[in-house]
């Protein structure tokens, strides 16, 4: 393989790379979960902590059962034979009374957010149980409200419970640059600044340790002038599954 044929290859391999990280960070809307009951993204966190401090249970809604809730820690004496990490539990009204059931541990909480409809969800499960238990608590943010909990559905499909919870902690606060830098922004001043000091270091080694002049003075203006090819040739070398196209090895 001659020299021309092996930067080809390390122009493609490059750009693939790029590209990759690119779609990888755009299909990156989850958020980053903190605590059970906290999450964050770049932009927004959400912490239901301040809901944890008082009673424990803090909520208990009636329907066709009694459910307790706590959004952060255990239950507190647990729910039936569980008697650590309860989030949700079920318990019967019937007297004398049938035993509770878990309808969500608190290590399997996990927010779910859905970015068109602006909704954010906190979902448990119990996974010991057969069908599973599914419990989603639909997170609304109201200032005027310091916690309210209602019931959406019952067992509806089997097994899936849904709940609203109303409270100005259900609100997102906006992460903003003096309350804490994300990681995201750091990486992105590093980059202009490294772009920076590659630019102006090149254009001033260049001129005054080459004797470069004008365009000359471009760090790599190789490799800057063959971009947009290589752009170009890496776009369908990714999109043809990083087969090689061979045209240049025939020339
Ligand atoms: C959030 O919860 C509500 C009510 O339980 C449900 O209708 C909605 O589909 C859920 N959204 C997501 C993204 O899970």
Redesign the pocket.
Known sequence: MDVIIFKRHCHYALIALVLINCVNLSAQEECLQTTSCSCETGTEILDLQPLSSGANPRFTVTGNYVYTYEPCVGITGGCGDEVTDVAVCQKSKQVPPAPPFVVGFQSKAKF???TE?N?W?L?YKNNKLTPVRTT???LTCVDSIEGELRI??EDKPEGEY???LRSKYACRILITLSEGVSTGTILLIIFFVLVFCYLVGGMLFLRFVKGARGMEMMPNSEFWTDLPAAVRDGTVFVFKGFKADNTYEKI
Request: aromatic share 6%; proline share 0%.
């Open positions: 779910i957010i859905d409809k909704q969800n979902t989603r608590v639909m959406i559905s849904m709940f609203e």
